[in-house]
T-cell receptor, first 116, second 114 residues
Framework: AQTVTQSQPEMSVQEAETVTLSCTYD???????LFWYKQPPSRQMILVIR??????QNATENRFSVNFQKAAKSFSLKISDSQLGDAAMYFC?????????????FGGGTRLMVKP | NAGVTQTPKFRVLKTGQSMTLLCAQD?????MYWYRQDPGMGLRLIHY???????AKGEVPDGYNVSRLKKQNFLLGLESAAPSQTSVYFC?????????????FGPGTRLTVL
């Protein structure tokens, strides 16, 4: 079974600064997908960014980018120019490419606080 | 366009009571999921469905049952609630099309079992 670990329960960043959230995962599969989801106080889960394991290029979405290190099984999220609206819980998630149900396995989450 | 809705938003039960959580989606998605979220543990999959009339167990299925009688609805039942089932429950759905990977989540249901 795959596991996803987020070792930082809480992180803090100054507005306009850059912060990196860590995620590691354990799998024996070669083809999979990795995600970062944001959960604001409204509790809605919002997809931030998606990475396909067979692609070496790191995914980028505006101020959000990832550092995907497949050999190290590491998938960190970098948020540049942090904004107050970025304050939320962030979850790293894994999806096997071989699973018919397309289920997600989530990490425990990192609470990001943004200081004005 | 409502997306994924969940009913109710909050509920308090006594130990041993039963209840059903309703999830509805209007996006014609084939796949639907029920998760529970507990502090420090992220979201854990309870049950899921890959189509109308089909269900399967996830990571933490004990104490829950599900039904998918209609494509747009996915029901989660607790037959005899226990305090360990106090949690926030999320429903999600997605299309079968693997070219897109977005899971659409509902707003969650906060359940307290006394």
């Amino acid at each position: 079974a795959q596991t996803v670990t987020q070792s930082q329960p809480e992180m803090s960043v100054q507005e306009a600064e850059t912060v990196t959230l860590s995620c590691t995962y354990d799998t024996s599969e070669s083809d999979y997908y990795l995600f970062w989801y944001k959960q604001p106080p409204s509790r809605q889960m919002i997809l931030v960014i998606r990475q396909e394991a067979y692609k070496q290029q790191n995914a980028t979405e505006n101020r959000f980018s990832v550092n995907f290190q497949k050999a190290a099984k590491s998938f960190s999220l970098k948020i540049s120019d942090s904004q107050l609206g970025d304050a939320a819980m962030y979850f790293c998630a894994y999806r096997s490419a071989y699973n018919a149900g397309n289920m997600l396995t989530f990490g425990g989450g990192t609470r990001l606080m943004v200081k004005p | 366009n409502a997306g994924v809705t969940q009913t109710p938003k909050f509920r308090v039960l006594k130990t041993g009571q039963s209840m059903t959580l309703l999830c509805a989606q209007d996006m014609n998605h084939e796949y639907m999921y029920w998760y529970r979220q507990d502090p420090g543990m992220g979201l854990r999959l309870i049950h899921y469905s890959v189509g109308e009339g089909t269900t399967a167990k996830g990571e933490v299925p004990d104490g829950y049952n599900v039904s998918r009688l209609k494509k747009q609805n996915f029901l989660l039942g607790l037959e005899s609630a226990a305090p360990s089932q106090t949690s926030v429950y999320f429903c999600a759905s997605r299309t079968r099309d693997k070219s897109t990977d977005t899971q659409y989540f509902g707003p969650g249901t906060r359940l307290t079992v006394l």
